[in-house]
T-cell receptor, first 114, second 114 residues
Framework: DVKVTQSSRYLVKRTGEKVFLECVQD?????MFWYRQDPGLGLRLIYF???????EKGDIPEGYSVSREKKERFSLILESASTNQTSMYLC?????????????FGQGTRLTVV | AQSVAQPEDQVNVAEGNPLTVKCTYS??????LFWYVQYPNRGLQFLLK??????LVKGSYGFEAEFNKSQTSFHLKKPSALVSDSALYFC????????????FGAGTQVVVTP
């Protein structure tokens, strides 16, 4: 069974803290993604990585950075957490097929910034 | 650019009745369309996709979707809804700026009552 695993289901952090969200996939996928999910807004792409050490900004990258040192691991970093970053964060991965990017998702991390 | 619209925030249906979740899209070129489902406090799960070929696509858990090019729609259907189908459903289209990325709709909450 394919697996995308996010390190935490729930996190509570204080404003100004540096926060790390970790994601690991065991499918040898080239592409990995970080989305945030907010009610009524669907999923919005934060960052995308298409290879080790390669990254691309998504639609809402402000306040976030990412790291991909190994193919299977993609980390999302909140440099200085703010209350407006309270959200559900979803990691996903896909094969680099170009035609059928069926995405596999982790279970999500619900982050609350207080 | 591309966009996905899910015109209904919520769909209510009685168990045993047909279920339809609507999706319309806008994209240049041939559309690659997807449906995902999210159960409470979980990540997204792939249901089905349309790439090419037959306009009626069959997927997981008895769901199917009908692609209509002239109406730019990709509605999700199930002939007989179950209470366990209660979940959040997302329609998505492959983005034109990058092969691996998906553009998601805002989501439709489905509530199936016994």
């Amino acid at each position: 069974d394919v697996k995308v695993t996010q390190s935490s289901r729930y996190l509570v952090k204080r404003t100004g803290e540096k926060v790390f969200l970790e994601c690991v996939q065991d499918m040898d996928h080239e592409n990995m993604f970080w989305y945030r999910q907010d009610p009524g807004l669907g999923l919005r792409l934060i960052y995308f990585s298409y290879d080790v050490k390669m990254k691309e900004k998504g639609d809402i990258p402000e306040g976030y950075s990412v790291s991909r040192e190994k193919k299977e691991r993609f980390s999302l970093i909140l440099e200085s957490a703010s209350t407006n970053q309270t959200s559900m964060y979803l990691c996903a991965s896909t094969f680099e097929t170009g035609y059928s990017p069926e995405a596999f998702f982790g279970q999500g991390t619900r982050l609350t910034v207080v | 650019a591309q966009s996905v619209a899910q015109p209904e925030d919520q769909v209510n249906v009685a168990e045993g009745n047909p279920l339809t979740v609507k999706c319309t899209y806008s994209v240049s070129g041939n559309p690659y369309l997807f449906w995902y489902v999210q159960y409470p406090n979980r990540g997204l799960q792939f249901l089905l996709k349309y790439i090419t070929g037959d306009n009626l696509v069959k997927g997981s858990y008895g769901f199917e979707a009908e692609f209509n090019k002239s109406q730019t729609s990709f509605h999700l259907k199930k002939p007989s809804a179950l209470v366990s189908d209660s979940a959040l459903y997302f329609c998505a289209v492959r983005r034109t700026d990058s092969w691996g990325k998906l553009q998601f709709g805002a989501g439709t909450q489905v509530v199936v009552t016994p």
